[in-house]
């Protein structure tokens, strides 16, 4: 008994990965473009899903079309699958020696149906191509960013196609011969195709949850960062400085900010020009950033003032801190940019209210302090 018609699953399956195709289609058009090969998934699904439509309609249609064109775009469509993956993860895809690799499978798929009419020849020799290139996908979805839901989804189906490849050349012993053809064609190559289309559709949704992902987190990014330093930017201090001010009220924890400022940076900028001004602010970035911990954050509030924030650090550690940037910068200098010196200016919440009435009060504070820094000569550390 037949419990479902393999045609008519196949024929959903498809449309379904044609509607998919029109979801990537309109994904590559309005995502960033650094989130690539969504295209190139497109063209896959589209090239696979006529592939199988033709293998299903063997001896409707001429064996050039379901046979040797339905391997064709069988094959291309897989290469498309793994150069999209490429493109998505930022390598270069490697054509040439793929598509040699196709060409000399297609003389081979040819001369197995119009020569030696082998047919179990071609479902072992496609099987083999179909565990190289789903390998590779399995492979390349596993080290796709940003690790998650999608990539690891991505990576099963790739991983049961092999399995289902391997299947396919497992059941070869009892699949018919050219001449005894309709149960195999009727029922283990028709599942085959079937469950082609739907590992194929299943792909899809993973690639596009994938790239989705990858967008929020750009977008996340985005919306927290300073896009020239990669610093938090004003908002989004503010919004991490709330819940430190808060815990360290609950907690009777300290809490310290370190305010910085680039000193005569307008000469650096009027001597060096404004991209060398750009290079300082960066390099400022990095290397303060690395004197932090794990939990600190440092913002870019604005041209070359940054602020940083210590959560559970007192006043001697704070300036500490501080006094270790300054000395950072001061001491060593990048190979290409000019010497340039800091002021910081340091405060500190006690965990008791103590000091500052809220945090624009320590910031205040902290502010006087790189004032004073200022006044007092630049290059040093005020409390
Ligand atoms: N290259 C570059 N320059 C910037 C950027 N944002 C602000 N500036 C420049 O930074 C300079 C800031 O100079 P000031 O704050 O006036 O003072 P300073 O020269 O740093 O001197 P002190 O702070 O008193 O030591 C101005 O000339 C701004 O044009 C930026 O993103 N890139």
Redesign the pocket.
């Known amino acids: 008994m037949q419990f479902i018609d393999p045609r008519t699953f196949l024929l959903v399956a498809n449309l379904l990965g044609m509607l998919c195709a029109l979801v990537l289609w309109v994904q590559a058009r309005s995502f960033p473009d650094d989130i690539d090969g969504l295209d190139d998934w497109a063209r896959a699904v589209v090239l696979i899903g006529c592939a199988s439509g033709f293998a299903s309609m063997r001896g409707v249609l001429p064996d050039s079309l379901s046979i040797v064109a339905s391997n064709g775009m069988l094959l291309l469509g897989q290469l498309l699958l793994i150069v999209g993956l490429q493109r998505y993860s930022g390598r270069t895809p490697v054509w040439r020696p793929t598509l040699d690799g196709i060409g000399a499978l297609m003389i081979l798929i040819l001369w197995l149906t119009y020569g030696s009419h082998n047919y179990q020849g071609r479902i072992f020799i496609m099987g083999l191509a179909h565990i190289g290139f789903f390998s590779v996908g399995a492979y390349l979805a596993w080290h796709a960013a940003p690790k998650g839901f999608g990539n690891r989804f991505l990576s099963v189906i790739f991983t049961l196609g092999v399995a289902v490849a391997i299947w396919r050349i497992a059941t070869l012993p009892i699949t018919g011969n050219e001449t005894d053809e309709n149960f195999d064609r009727n029922l283990i190559q028709q599942i085959y195709l079937a469950t082609f289309s739907l590992g194929v559709l299943g792909l899809s949704i993973g690639f596009i949850l994938l790239a989705n992902e990858r967008l929020r987190v750009e977008l996340e990014f985005m919306a927290t960062r300073d896009p020239?330093t990669g610093a938090l930017n004003r908002r989004a201090f503010f919004s991490r400085a709330e819940v430190e001010w808060a815990r360290a009220l609950r907690s009777r924890r300290p809490l310290a900010v370190i305010t910085s400022?680039?000193?005569?940076?307008?000469?650096?900028?009027?001597t060096h020009?404004?991209?060398?001004?750009?290079?300082?602010?960066k390099d400022y970035t990095l290397r303060a950033g690395q004197m932090l911990r794990l939990s600190d954050s440092l913002a870019r509030f604005?041209?070359?003032?940054f602020v940083i924030l210590l959560p559970d650090t007192g006043l001697t550690e704070a300036k500490q801190v501080a006094e270790r940037i300054r000395c950072e910068i001061e001491s060593r200098r990048a190979k290409t940019l000019p010497a340039y010196t800091v002021?910081l200016g340091v405060s500190v919440m006690q965990g008791n209210a103590g000091q500052a009435a809220d945090l624009e009060a320590l910031l205040a504070e902290a502010d006087a302090a790189l004032y004073r820094a200022?006044q007092r000569g630049?290059n040093r550390v005020e409390v």
Do not use: A
């Open positions: 020239m400022d680039i000193d005569f940076f307008k000469k650096v900028n009027d020009g404004h991209h060398v001004g750009d290079q300082v602010i604005g041209g070359e003032e002021s200022k630049r």
